[in-house]
């Protein structure tokens, strides 16, 4: 079993940043891809980034390419989003997963994290 522990939500300005983490535990040795999706309320789930296991293959929405860095840290189990230019569109629960490929499909999934862009 993988838990998966995210942190570093909050509520920011438009124009801001935030770096969200995501603690990996559990069945770590396990060469997992990691990534992030979120939720807006009454929008569907959509994919935000991922990054392979050893780093060198990353993925990002469209709509936050340029803003948005995915990187892991593997001595620490860690991933990252971080957020800079943050828009009131970005507001959404963010979820860290684990999968075993880049592309999906990720079968584990961690409780959201709220943030908030006001504007």
């Known amino acids: 079993q993988v838990q998966l522990v995210p942190s570093g939500g909050g509520m920011v300005q438009a124009g801001g940043s935030l770096r969200l983490s995501c603690v990996v535990s559990?069945?770590?040795?396990?060469?997992?891809?990691m990534g992030w999706f979120r939720q807006a309320p009454g929008k569907e789930r959509e994919f935000v980034a991922a990054?392979?296991?050893?780093?060198?293959?990353?993925r990002y929405a469209e709509s936050v390419k340029g803003r948005f860095t995915i990187s892991r840290d593997k001595a620490k189990n860690t991933v990252y989003l971080q957020m800079n230019s943050l828009k009131p569109e970005d507001t959404a629960g963010y979820y860290c997963?684990?999968?075993?490929?880049?592309?999906?499909?990720?079968?584990?999934w961690g409780p959201g994290t709220q943030v908030t862009v006001s504007s």
């Open positions: 990054i392979n296991w050893s780093g060198d293959d990353t």
């Open positions: 997963v684990a999968g075993n490929t880049v592309a999906g499909p990720y079968i584990y």
């Open positions: 559990g069945r770590t040795f396990m060469r997992y891809a």
